[in-house]
Every structure is written in structure tokens, then in C-alpha cells.
């Protein structure tokens, strides 16, 4: 075989599904207190600073770090729990999320232990909001053509250049981005950027907002004007971000959100249809919920492989295409199904609002996080083609 | 060949590579390699892989007979291995005793029903039995006045009437008319029609996944070998892109079809959980088959759709399985029924609870 795409049947142990329960219990208080409406995808109060220190004073964020820099040690099966039950619930988790999945790991792998010691623990509380800065105007899915400089001065680093599509840069305390440190080599085209972790809200960073089509304001640009960093906020190696940018993508592209984004259509859309469905809306539902299973074993297989410390860049792009692709079609294929729904299903309104939404949400799911196309290289060299 | 520390599956493998070669069986017009692999496969007591030993089989587990189904769907081999399993695994829920040689089940399609009638004999017609013809049992799962019961039938007690399916692999219509079984014994609780098929199903998901691992394989190794433009075609990033589809098609149905088996194989009452997990495999195994099936084709180009080629053993095996035990589309019908009414609220946790 050229490939051995395995995806072992990975079950969740049982204190995971005592976890979900707590998870469950903890999101029904919120709803019912009136933090958010799980029947509302497209609100607009989707920064909710006093429900991440919640979600945090549960212990549900940083979960897999170490405990001395406010972790819990859990698995990454946890975790995986604990993400799939906010995104169905649709809980508004824009303000943690990111520093939780992807800018915490990158802190624990490269930060100096200061830095570590005064981010994480505040990361773990819920008190941070980090923002990724790798595109840029003319250089989205090709990363090494940034060129945003940082130049070497006294104690640190002068920034100048422009980040673009930065999401929450607007509510973030922090960006982790890349940099150009030196001039590409004829050998490595990749060389010559640098990792930094950025502090916002200082001066020489101007972020202005950029509207989606969606009518939400949730990416940015961000422009650095002779803004300084110190040298420890170097992270890894300088001049060598192309080989940790890598090992970020497993964690950042198999997981749960990236096929749960527009799962509320498919709930709607089952209550819509009522408990005898005629054939044509039975087929559907049947085979988008085979759909969803069938990628979710996937998801949680690649998650079992993280916990057992592998690196299955591969599987998750794999899991990220069909899932992208997949949550990308969903509310077509709901609206599809709806068409003949009675006049008189109780939700019908709800449905229609959020097919609405989820429609226009529909373009972007297979650009972020690194395009169709792009995903489809990478499992083209995993196969040996490239 | 993805290495294996399965015996079962290692022991089949080898006799697959040896006696199931798909070039030395696609060349073989006449059908000689046949006898051999059957009576190699025989030999070791493959067949009956899921009957205990007390009733003539060699007592493998459910988990080691589906790695097994997946490794002959990877070989696409074309003699009634699954269904003779399947036929054995139905009489040992009977504790029926299962006698040697080929078998497969009777009905093989959720829509046919075989009716027990007051004298013990059998009657009804099933469509689509995949090697009827081949068979010298059947084993019968049929509706009585009293319920389920499961009998052995003599083959030659049956009118046969030939068929083919799109993989030119014979699926056969099977009439009884009244016919006394060899063996007849009532089912034990919770074995019906929808567990036979959901287990056929499942037996045949792997088999689809393990071809398309196959088409997989092949398809990149061709795209390897194969120059145009004076280039190699896997250097188009169109033809990788094609591939790397493949790929998830081909990830998706084996993740979706071992889930399945192991939910089987771990279950202890056949529940809403592993019917999902069941009639899943089956749909996205499906779905992979037309999906992934027509990129190795596209790639192939016109050389794979030559009878010479040995693509169209997987190929069109992956799409003629998609039909036994009930279409994707039967069971998309069934598993929508099923969320639809269990009620909006209740499908996260159903998806969740695996
Ligand atoms: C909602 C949203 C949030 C985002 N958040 C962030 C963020 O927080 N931080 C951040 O840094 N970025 C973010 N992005 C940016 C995202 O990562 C980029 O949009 C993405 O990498 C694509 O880059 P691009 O938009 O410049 O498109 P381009 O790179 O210009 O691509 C345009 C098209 O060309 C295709 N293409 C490009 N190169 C190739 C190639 N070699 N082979 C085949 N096809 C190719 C692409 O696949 C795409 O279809 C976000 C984007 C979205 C939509």
C-alpha cells in the first residue's frame, strides 16, 4: 500500500462522556441565564469576555498543559469533548478559542519560561484573547512570501508592514505571527522568518476592522508602524518559523469546528420535518447524519493520535477537506430538503434565519485555515506525489 | 501491504498474494483460479471463521473476521468468503451446526421476506443472493407465526434463477417453495432481518473500503509511471488534487466501515448506537464507491476501462456491493426515520454517544 491512512476507531472512555455531562449541564445554566441563544448562530454579542472566565473557571481551558502553568493534564480526548459540545451548543467561544487551541501550544513549545509562566495560567482563567498573524496582502495560502519586517534593533525588533484577515485582532491581548527576519535563500525559499509573540493594544499597531459578507466585523487588518518587540518575544528559532508553522497545522485542522461550523441547520432542520418524515426529507437527513458520523469518527481518531504524541499532518488535512467541503454544502443541502417543509412547523421561522446566515457563512469555510486547494497539496505529498 | 498483527489476516493475505493474484485472475478467462482459492481458504477454516468450534468452524472473533472481509476486499476476490461467513455467523445464532462448503443467506435484501408456514416448510422469494449459484446451503432467516427463525437449506431444494451483478459476479433470485429445511430452530431474541442486514452491510462496507484502499494504491502508483506533456501525470496538480480526493474517499470508508465493526463487534444489545454506526458505513461506503471509484477510473484513463486492466475488479466490485443487504439509499431512508423520530434534540447525543 502507498499510503496507510488508518483512522483507528478511536472510543471516547468513559470519563469523557461524564465530562460531556457536566459540559451539557454547565451550557444549559448559561442559556438559561441569557448569556447566549443556541438558536442564534449569527448574534451579535460573539465576544463574551464574563462567559470565557466561566468557561475557564471550569478547568476547560489549557486542559491538556501542565498543571504549573494553570492546566489540568487532561487528554486531548477531553478537550475534544469539551470543543464539540460548545460548538453544537453554539456557545460563543470567539474570545478563548484560538489562544486555547493553537497560540497556548505554541507558548508551551517555544515561549521562554517567564513568558510562559505569566501567559498560560491567564490563557487557562479565560482572561486572554490571541489573534494569528500569518496573511498578508499578497500572501495568504502562500505563507513564505510575507514580508512584513522585522528589523534588528537595541533589545528587540522594529515591525513595519501590514497583517490582513486577522481574526479578533480587534478584542485580542496578543498576536502570535510571523515575520520577515532575512531575505529568502536560493536553497530554502521558506527561510528567513521569524515566530513573535505580539502584544496589542501598544503603540505602532493601528487595527482596523474589515466587514464580512455575513454582516459581521470579525477579521482585520492590522498595520505595524515602527512598533518594538523585546527579544523575548522571540519564539523558536529565528529565521526558522517555516518548520514550527508545520506541526501547528494537526492540531489547528482536524477538530471538531471544522465541521461543525453550520451544524445547527441540520438540527433545525430534523425538528422542522417532524417525527414521520416522507421519504425524500428521510433519505437526506439519513445520509447527511452518516455524513457527519462518519467524519466525527474520523476527527476523534486523528484526536487519539494526537494523545498518543504523533504528528498526523496528513490525516488532518484529510479530515479538514471532506469536514470543510462537507459544512460548506450543508446548508444548501438543508434548504434543499426544507423546501417542502409545512408552512406550519413550529420553527420555521428559527430555520429560515438561520439558513440565512449560514448560507452567507457558507464561502469562507474552505479558505480558512488554509484552503481546499492548499489541503489537497499536502495530502498529494503524503501520497507521494510531490 | 499495510502490515498486520492480525493472524487471521495474515494468514488470508498470504493466501490471497499466492492463489488471488487480481492480473493472474483478470487473465484467467475460464475461471480455474477459483477451485484452489476456495479449497486453500477451506483448508484453514476461513469460511467458517465466525462459527464456534462445537458447531464446525474455527470460533474467530467478530473483530478478527471483519479485519478479514477488509483484506479480501482489498484483493476484490471473488468466491463467497463473506457470505459464507455471514451464512455461519446466522446459523451459530441458532446454534445450528454448519456443514462444509459454500453458503450464503437467504434473504439478502431488507424488502424480501421468507415465511415460515404451520408445517415447517419454507416459502418466499429473495432477490439479489449474492454466489446462490455457487452455493450448496443457504441459511434462511425467516417470519414465522411465532416469530424469527433461522434454518438450513439444502441448495438444491431451491429454484435458482441466474444473475449478474455489475461487478459480473453472480447475484442470483432464489425462490422455496415449500421447502423443508435441513435444520430449523427459532432466533434468538434481538436477531432479526435489520440485524442480518445491517451485518451483511457491514461486512460489506469493509469490503468496499478495502477496494477502494486498492484503487488508491494503484491509481497513485500509475499516476507515477504514466508520462504526458513529457511529464509524469502525478505532477499535475489537477491529477494530485484528484488523488488526494480519492484519498479521503478511501480514508472515509475504511474509518467509517472499522468503526461499524468494532461497534459490532463490541456490542451487547444491537441499539440505536450501533445502528447508526452501521447504517452509516454502509451509506458513506457507498458514496466512496461511486465518488472514489470514478477518480481511479479518471486517472486510469483509457487503459483502466479495458477488461484487460485489472481496475474494474475493484472498481465495479465496489459499486455491485453498494446494493446487497440494502442500497445506501434504503438505509438513508431507515436512519432519517430513526433521527426523525428520536426528535431534533436527540441527534447530537445520538452522533456523540460513540
Ligand atoms: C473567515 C476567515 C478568517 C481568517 N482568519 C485568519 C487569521 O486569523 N489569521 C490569518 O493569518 N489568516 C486568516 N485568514 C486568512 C486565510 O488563512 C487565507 O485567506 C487563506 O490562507 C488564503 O489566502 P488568500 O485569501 O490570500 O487567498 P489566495 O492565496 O490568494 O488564494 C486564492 C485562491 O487561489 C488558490 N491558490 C493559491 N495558491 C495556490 C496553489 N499553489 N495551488 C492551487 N491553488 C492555489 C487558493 O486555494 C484560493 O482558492 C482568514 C480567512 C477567513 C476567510
Same mark, same amino acid.
Given at each position: 500500500?502507498?499510503?496507510?491512512?488508518?483512522?483507528?476507531? &478511536?472510543?471516547?472512555?468513559? $470519563?469523557?462522556?461524564?465530562?460531556?455531562?457536566? =459540559?451539557?449541564?454547565?451550557?444549559?445554566?448559561?442559556?438559561?441565564?441569557?448569556?447566549?441563544?443556541?438558536?442564534?448562530?449569527?448574534?451579535?454579542?460573539?465576544?463574551?469576555?464574563?462567559?470565557?472566565?466561566? +468557561?475557564?473557571?471550569?478547568?476547560?481551558?489549557?486542559?491538556?498543559?501542565?498543571?504549573?502553568?494553570?492546566?489540568?493534564?487532561?487528554?486531548?480526548?477531553?478537550?475534544?469533548?469539551?470543543?464539540?459540545?460548545?460548538?453544537?451548543?453554539?456557545?460563543?467561544?470567539?474570545?478563548?478559542?484560538?489562544?486555547?487551541?493553537?497560540?497556548?501550544?505554541?507558548?508551551?513549545?517555544?515561549?521562554?519560561?517567564?513568558? $510562559? !509562566?505569566?501567559?498560560?495560567?491567564?490563557?487557562?482563567?479565560?482572561?486572554?484573547?490571541?489573534?494569528?498573524?500569518?496573511?498578508?496582502?499578497?500572501?495568504?495560502?502562500?505563507?513564505?512570501?510575507? $514580508?512584513?519586517?522585522?528589523?534588528?534593533?537595541?533589545?528587540?525588533?522594529?515591525?513595519?508592514?501590514?497583517?490582513?484577515?486577522?481574526?479578533?485582532?480587534?478584542?485580542?491581548?496578543?498576536?502570535?505571527?510571523?515575520?520577515?527576519?532575512?531575505?529568502?535563500? $536560493?536553497?530554502?525559499?521558506?527561510?528567513?522568518?521569524?515566530?513573535?509573540?505580539?502584544?496589542?493594544?501598544?503603540?505602532?499597531?493601528? =487595527?482596523?476592522?474589515?466587514?464580512?459578507?455575513?454582516?459581521?466585523?470579525?477579521?482585520?487588518?492590522?498595520?505595524?508602524?515602527?512598533?518594538?518587540?523585546?527579544?523575548?518575544?522571540?519564539?523558536?528559532?529565528?529565521?526558522?518559523?517555516?518548520?514550527?508553522?508545520?506541526?501547528?497545522?494537526?492540531?489547528?485542522?482536524?477538530?471538531?469546528?471544522?465541521?461543525?461550523?453550520?451544524?445547527?441547520?441540520?438540527?433545525?432542520?430534523?425538528?422542522?420535518?417532524?417525527?414521520?418524515?416522507?421519504?425524500?426529507?428521510?433519505?437526506? &437527513?439519513?445520509?447527511? +447524519?452518516?455524513?457527519?458520523?462518519?467524519?466525527?469518527? !474520523?476527527? =476523534?481518531? +486523528?484526536?487519539?493520535?494526537?494523545?498518543?504524541?504523533?504528528?498526523?499532518?496528513?490525516?488532518?488535512?484529510?479530515?479538514?477537506? &471532506?469536514?470543510?467541503?462537507?459544512?460548506?454544502?450543508?446548508?444548501?443541502? +438543508?434548504?434543499?430538503?426544507?423546501?417542502?417543509?409545512?408552512?406550519?412547523?413550529?420553527?420555521?421561522?428559527?430555520?429560515?434565519?438561520?439558513?440565512?446566515?449560514?448560507?452567507?457563512?457558507?464561502?469562507?469555510?474552505?479558505?480558512?485555515?488554509?484552503?481546499?486547494?492548499?489541503?489537497?497539496?499536502?495530502?498529494?505529498?503524503?501520497?507521494?506525489?510531490? | %501491504?499495510?502490515?498486520?498483527?492480525?493472524?487471521?489476516?495474515?494468514?488470508?493475505? /498470504?493466501?490471497?498474494?499466492?492463489?488471488?493474484?487480481?492480473?493472474?485472475?483478470?487473465?484467467?478467462?475460464?475461471?480455474?483460479?477459483?477451485?484452489?482459492?476456495?479449497?486453500?481458504?477451506?483448508?484453514?477454516?476461513?469460511?467458517?471463521?465466525?462459527?464456534?468450534?462445537?458447531?464446525?468452524?474455527?470460533?474467530?472473533?467478530?473483530?478478527?473476521?471483519?479485519?478479514?472481509?477488509?483484506?479480501?476486499?482489498?484483493?476484490?476476490?471473488?468466491?463467497?468468503?463473506?457470505?459464507? %461467513?455471514?451464512?455461519?455467523?446466522?446459523?451459530?445464532?441458532?446454534?445450528?451446526?454448519?456443514?462444509?462448503?459454500? %453458503?450464503?443467506?437467504?434473504?439478502?435484501?431488507? /424488502?424480501?421476506?421468507?415465511?415460515?408456514?404451520?408445517?415447517?416448510?419454507?416459502?418466499?422469494?429473495?432477490?439479489?443472493?449474492?454466489?446462490?449459484?455457487?452455493?450448496?446451503?443457504?441459511?434462511?432467516?425467516?417470519?414465522?407465526?411465532?416469530?424469527?427463525?433461522?434454518?438450513?437449506?439444502?441448495?438444491?431444494? @431451491?429454484?435458482?434463477?441466474?444473475?449478474?451483478?455489475?461487478?459480473?459476479?453472480?447475484?442470483?433470485?432464489?425462490?422455496?417453495? /415449500?421447502?423443508?429445511?435441513?435444520?430449523?430452530?427459532?432466533?434468538?431474541?434481538?436477531?432479526?432481518?435489520?440485524?442480518?442486514?445491517? %451485518?451483511?452491510?457491514?461486512?460489506?462496507?469493509?469490503?468496499?473500503?478495502?477496494?477502494?484502499?486498492?484503487?488508491?494504491?494503484?491509481?497513485?502508483?500509475?499516476?507515477?509511471?504514466?508520462?504526458?506533456?513529457?511529464?509524469?501525470?502525478? /505532477?499535475?496538480?489537477?491529477?494530485?488534487?484528484?488523488?488526494?480526493?480519492?484519498?479521503?474517499?478511501? @480514508?472515509?470508508?475504511?474509518?467509517?466501515?472499522?468503526?461499524?465493526?468494532?461497534?459490532?463487534?463490541?456490542?451487547?444489545?444491537?441499539?440505536?448506537?450501533?445502528?447508526?454506526?452501521?447504517?452509516?458505513?454502509?451509506?458513506?461506503?457507498?458514496?466512496?464507491?461511486?465518488?472514489?471509484?470514478?477518480?481511479?477510473?479518471?486517472?486510469?484513463?483509457?487503459?483502466?476501462?479495458?477488461?484487460?486492466?485489472?481496475?474494474?475488479?475493484?472498481?465495479?466490485?465496489?459499486?455491485?456491493?453498494?446494493?446487497?443487504?440494502?442500497?445506501?439509499?434504503?438505509?438513508?431512508?431507515?436512519?432519517?426515520?430513526?433521527?426523525?423520530?428520536?426528535?431534533?434534540?436527540?441527534?447530537?447525543?445520538?452522533?456523540?454517544?460513540?
Amino acid at each position: 500500500m502507498t499510503a496507510a491512512l488508518r483512522f483507528d476507531p &478511536i472510543r471516547l472512555p468513559e $470519563k469523557c462522556e461524564q465530562l460531556r455531562k457536566e =459540559v451539557r449541564a454547565f451550557l444549559a445554566e448559561e442559556i438559561a441565564a441569557g448569556t447566549f441563544d443556541p438558536h442564534k448562530p449569527n448574534r451579535e454579542d460573539t465576544d463574551a469576555p464574563e462567559f470565557s472566565r466561566r +468557561v475557564g473557571a471550569k478547568g476547560w481551558l489549557g486542559m491538556t498543559w501542565p498543571k504549573k502553568y494553570g492546566g489540568q493534564e487532561r487528554s486531548f480526548l477531553e478537550r475534544y469533548v469539551v470543543t464539540e459540545e460548545m460548538r453544537v451548543a453554539n456557545a460563543p467561544t470567539r474570545r478563548f478559542f484560538v489562544a486555547d487551541r493553537q497560540s497556548g501550544p505554541v507558548l508551551l513549545k517555544y515561549a521562554p519560561e517567564h513568558i $510562559k !509562566m505569566e501567559i498560560l495560567p491567564r490563557i487557562c482563567r479565560g482572561e486572554v484573547c490571541f489573534a494569528i498573524g500569518m496573511s498578508e496582502p499578497n500572501s495568504g495560502s502562500d505563507l513564505f512570501a510575507a $514580508k512584513t519586517r522585522a528589523t534588528k534593533t537595541d533589545g528587540g525588533y522594529l515591525i513595519n508592514g501590514t497583517k490582513i484577515w486577522t481574526s479578533s485582532a480587534h478584542i485580542a491581548d496578543y498576536m502570535i505571527a510571523i515575520f520577515r527576519t532575512s531575505p529568502p535563500t $536560493k536553497e530554502n525559499r521558506r527561510h528567513g522568518l521569524t515566530q513573535f509573540l505580539v502584544k496589542m493594544k501598544q503603540p505602532g499597531i493601528k =487595527v482596523n476592522p474589515i466587514g464580512q459578507i455575513t454582516g459581521q466585523y470579525e477579521f482585520n487588518e492590522v498595520v505595524f508602524t515602527d512598533h518594538f518587540i523585546p527579544d523575548d518575544h522571540v519564539l523558536g528559532e529565528v529565521d526558522g518559523a517555516w518548520k514550527q508553522a508545520t506541526s501547528e497545522l494537526a492540531y489547528e485542522r482536524s477538530g471538531p469546528e471544522r465541521f461543525l461550523e453550520t451544524y445547527y441547520v441540520l438540527t433545525e432542520l430534523v425538528r422542522a420535518v417532524g417525527p414521520n418524515p416522507d421519504t425524500r426529507s428521510a433519505e437526506g &437527513i439519513g445520509r447527511l +447524519v452518516a455524513q457527519l458520523h462518519t467524519m466525527r469518527r !474520523m476527527s =476523534v481518531s +486523528v484526536a487519539g493520535m494526537l494523545e498518543a504524541g504523533k504528528e498526523p499532518v496528513v490525516e488532518a488535512s484529510i479530515v479538514k477537506d &471532506i469536514g470543510t467541503v462537507w459544512e460548506q454544502q450543508l446548508p444548501h443541502r +438543508v434548504r434543499d430538503l426544507a423546501a417542502f417543509v409545512e408552512e406550519t412547523a413550529t420553527n420555521r421561522e428559527t430555520l429560515e434565519r438561520q439558513l440565512d446566515f449560514a448560507i452567507k457563512t457558507a464561502p469562507k469555510l474552505t479558505i480558512q485555515g488554509g484552503t481546499t486547494e492548499v489541503l489537497r497539496g499536502i495530502i498529494a505529498r503524503g501520497l507521494g506525489l510531490r | %501491504m499495510a502490515e498486520s498483527d492480525n493472524i487471521v489476516v495474515e494468514t488470508a493475505e /498470504k493466501i490471497f498474494a499466492d492463489l488471488a493474484d487480481p492480473q493472474t485472475i483478470n487473465n484467467d478467462k475460464k475461471g480455474a483460479w477459483q477451485a484452489p482459492l476456495w479449497q486453500a481458504l477451506s483448508e484453514v477454516g476461513l469460511p467458517l471463521s465466525w462459527v464456534p468450534d462445537e458447531l464446525g468452524g474455527s470460533g474467530a472473533s467478530l473483530a478478527d473476521g471483519f479485519a478479514l472481509l477488509n483484506a479480501a476486499g482489498r484483493f476484490a476476490v471473488a468466491v463467497p468468503l463473506a457470505e459464507t %461467513m455471514l451464512a455461519g455467523w446466522l446459523l451459530a445464532q441458532a446454534k445450528i451446526a454448519s456443514p462444509e462448503g459454500e %453458503m450464503t443467506v437467504l434473504p439478502a435484501s431488507p /424488502k424480501d421476506r421468507i415465511s415460515l408456514d404451520a408445517d415447517g416448510s419454507l416459502s418466499g422469494r429473495a432477490r439479489g443472493v449474492p454466489f446462490a449459484k455457487a452455493a450448496k446451503h443457504f441459511a434462511v432467516l425467516a417470519h414465522g407465526k411465532d416469530g424469527v427463525a433461522i434454518a438450513l437449506v439444502d441448495a438444491s431444494k @431451491a429454484r435458482i434463477e441466474s444473475g449478474l451483478n455489475v461487478g459480473y459476479d453472480h447475484s442470483d433470485t432464489v425462490t422455496l417453495d /415449500k421447502v423443508q429445511p435441513v435444520t430449523l430452530k427459532p432466533a434468538p431474541k434481538g436477531v432479526d432481518q435489520t440485524h442480518l442486514m445491517l %451485518m451483511g452491510g457491514v461486512a460489506r462496507s469493509l469490503q468496499i473500503a478495502g477496494a477502494l484502499e486498492s484503487m488508491l494504491d494503484i491509481s497513485v502508483r500509475y499516476s507515477n509511471e504514466r508520462v504526458a506533456f513529457e511529464k509524469k501525470i502525478s /505532477k499535475f496538480q489537477a491529477v494530485q488534487h484528484n488523488l488526494a480526493r480519492l484519498a479521503g474517499e478511501s @480514508a472515509a470508508a475504511l474509518a467509517a466501515a472499522t468503526s461499524a465493526a468494532d461497534a459490532i463487534a463490541n456490542a451487547k444489545v444491537f441499539d440505536d448506537e450501533v445502528y447508526l454506526e452501521a447504517a452509516s458505513a454502509k451509506i458513506r461506503c457507498a458514496e466512496a464507491a461511486e465518488k472514489g471509484g470514478a477518480i481511479a477510473h479518471q486517472v486510469h484513463g483509457a487503459i483502466g476501462f479495458t477488461i484487460e486492466h485489472i481496475l474494474h475488479r475493484y472498481s465495479l466490485r465496489a459499486l455491485a456491493w453498494r446494493d446487497d443487504f440494502g442500497s445506501e439509499s434504503h438505509w438513508a431512508v431507515e436512519l432519517g426515520k430513526l433521527v426523525a423520530n428520536r426528535g431534533a434534540d436527540e441527534l447530537w447525543p445520538l452522533v456523540a454517544s460513540r
